[in-house]
């Protein structure tokens, strides 16, 4: 079979170990997963609810519902034309790749951040024009704009960043998207958690904030992610899209889950708290953590991080080994913040490593 020259220099995502595979593998009863930045409360009851009252399953979903572009617009503050849907920022992220990107064209990605930006501008062909971040691992604005070219399409931001946790400063975006003519794409996947959002800068013709109902929301299985955009790109989005990228059911929970407003409260109080008491725990066993505005902390031990996660998987607890991340070192490590007694069996078992 003759596949495309591209795929030669693309591996596949490689997604975090599940429960039940570690459960096997190590012959344990209980396993705690903290590897895949899922929330540990799961989705709004009547997200649940909504989800589970549709039953006409054999008819086609609308391809571009309004009613949810329209509460999508009214929680960000966008009109419903600035609103454009998809398979998750995963399935936004193409679509717009689809809109600008050719062979032989460039992407500029501030490393580290999350690996599926790699994945994709390969697989079309690109270019990654990687751009090492500073030690607080805030974006070098000076080496990203020397990096842009007429062959930069794309400049792709990640705020909070994965797997590092930091936001990005407003005024350095800005300054990005006023002075090139790519797209700047905004990941904004764990805005809810943070202290700051930029949806101000979807002022921009050329930017484009992307959000998701897999992290605070909890329906990552559900596959919904939007993006603000102009009104010209929407225009244009719509011609790439697969025909029908949301479900029925998919729609209804993401509508519900807008509509409780009370339960993401609780999502984001909580994870904050045991954010702030998982990285105090942490530093108090000597352990490296970086500050962090999102549902996961980075952190930097002595130990090797893919020992640390193996030692780790051997008392039940999953985590992200990064080193394999592109900017990453060998001695980083990711942790979701779960449940307070998913972070204490955490905290007992890197203890427990530490001192052995
Ligand atoms: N962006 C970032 C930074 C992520 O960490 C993730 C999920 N791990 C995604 C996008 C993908 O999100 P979605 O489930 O909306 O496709």
Same mark, same amino acid.
């Given at each position: 079979?003759?596949?495309?020259?591209?795929?030669?220099?693309?591996?596949?995502?490689?997604?975090?170990?599940?429960?039940?595979?570690?459960?096997?593998?190590?012959?344990?009863?209980?396993?705690?997963?903290?590897?895949?930045?899922?929330?540990?409360?799961?989705?709004?009851?009547?997200?649940?609810?909504?989800?589970?009252?549709?039953?006409?399953?054999?008819?086609?979903?609308?391809?571009?519902?309004?009613?949810?572009?329209?509460?999508?617009?009214?929680?960000?503050?966008?009109?419903?034309?600035?609103?454009?849907?998809?398979?998750?920022?995963?399935?936004?992220?193409?679509?717009?790749?689809?809109?600008?990107?050719?062979?032989?064209?460039?992407?500029?990605?501030?490393?580290?951040?999350?690996?599926?930006?790699?994945?994709?501008?390969?697989?079309?062909?690109?270019?990654?024009?990687?751009?090492?971040?500073?030690?607080?691992?805030?974006? *070098?604005? !000076?080496?990203? +704009?020397?990096? &842009?070219? %007429? $062959? #930069?399409?794309?400049?792709?931001?990640?705020?909070?960043?994965?797997?590092?946790?930091?936001?990005?400063?407003?005024?350095?975006?800005?300054?990005?998207?006023?002075?090139?003519?790519?797209?700047?794409?905004?990941?904004?996947?764990?805005?809810?958690?943070?202290?700051?959002?930029?949806?101000?800068?979807?002022?921009?013709?050329?930017?484009?904030?992307?959000?998701?109902?897999?992290?605070?929301?909890?329906?990552?299985?559900?596959?919904?992610?939007?993006?603000?955009?102009?009104?010209?790109?929407?225009?244009?989005?719509?011609?790439?899209?697969?025909?029908?990228?949301?479900?029925?059911?998919?729609?209804?929970?993401?509508?519900?889950?807008? *509509?409780? !407003?009370?339960? +993401?409260?609780? &999502?984001? %109080? $909580? #994870?904050?708290?045991?954010?702030?008491?998982?990285?105090?725990?942490?530093?108090?066993?000597?352990?490296?953590?970086?500050?962090?505005?999102?549902?996961?902390?980075?952190?930097?031990?002595?130990?090797?991080?893919?020992?640390?996660?193996?030692?780790?998987?051997?008392?039940?607890?999953?985590?992200?080994?990064?080193?394999?991340?592109?900017?990453?070192?060998?001695?980083?490590?990711?942790?979701?913040?779960?449940?307070?007694?998913?972070?204490?069996?955490?905290?007992?078992?890197?203890?427990?490593?530490?001192?052995?």
């Amino acid at each position: 079979m003759k596949f495309r020259e591209a795929l030669k220099s693309v591996s596949p995502y490689v997604p975090g170990k599940s429960i039940d595979e570690v459960k096997r593998e190590y012959g344990l009863d209980k396993v705690v997963k903290l590897a895949s930045n899922e929330n540990p409360y799961g989705a709004s009851p009547k997200a649940v609810k909504a989800f589970k009252s549709y039953e006409d399953l054999h008819i086609y979903p609308e391809p571009d519902p309004e009613d949810l572009r329209q509460k999508i617009g009214e929680y960000v503050g966008f009109d419903a034309e600035r609103i454009v849907l998809g398979a998750g920022i995963d399935g936004v992220m193409e679509n717009i790749f689809k809109l600008f990107v050719d062979s032989s064209d460039e992407v500029v990605i501030p490393i580290p951040s999350f690996p599926y930006y790699h994945i994709l501008t390969r697989v079309c062909g690109a270019r990654d024009v990687c751009i090492a971040r500073k030690e607080d691992f805030s974006i *070098d604005v !000076q080496a990203m +704009l020397d990096a &842009v070219s %007429e $062959k #930069t399409k794309i400049v792709l931001l990640c705020s909070p960043n994965n797997p590092t946790g930091n936001i990005e400063n407003e005024e350095v975006v800005r300054e990005i998207a006023e002075s090139c003519n790519a797209v700047v794409f905004v990941d904004e996947a764990y805005a809810e958690f943070s202290s700051k959002n930029l949806l101000k800068l979807a002022e921009y013709e050329n930017v484009v904030i992307a959000r998701t109902f897999s992290k605070a929301f909890g329906l990552a299985n559900l596959r919904i992610g939007y993006a603000i955009v102009s009104e010209e790109i929407r225009k244009e989005y719509l011609k790439v899209s697969t025909p029908f990228p949301l479900s029925t059911p998919a729609k209804l929970a993401a509508m519900a889950a807008l *509509d409780d !407003q009370e339960f +993401l409260r609780f &999502v984001v %109080e $909580k #994870t904050r708290e045991e954010r702030r008491r998982v990285s105090k725990k942490l530093m108090d066993m000597g352990v490296k953590v970086y500050p962090s505005e999102a549902n996961f902390i980075l952190i930097e031990t002595p130990l090797k991080s893919a020992k640390l996660a193996e030692e780790l998987l051997k008392r039940g607890i999953i985590v992200r080994d990064c080193s394999k991340f592109i900017g990453c070192s060998e001695h980083h490590v990711r942790v979701s913040i779960g449940k307070k007694e998913e972070n204490d069996a955490f905290l007992e078992a890197m203890e427990d490593v530490l001192c052995s």
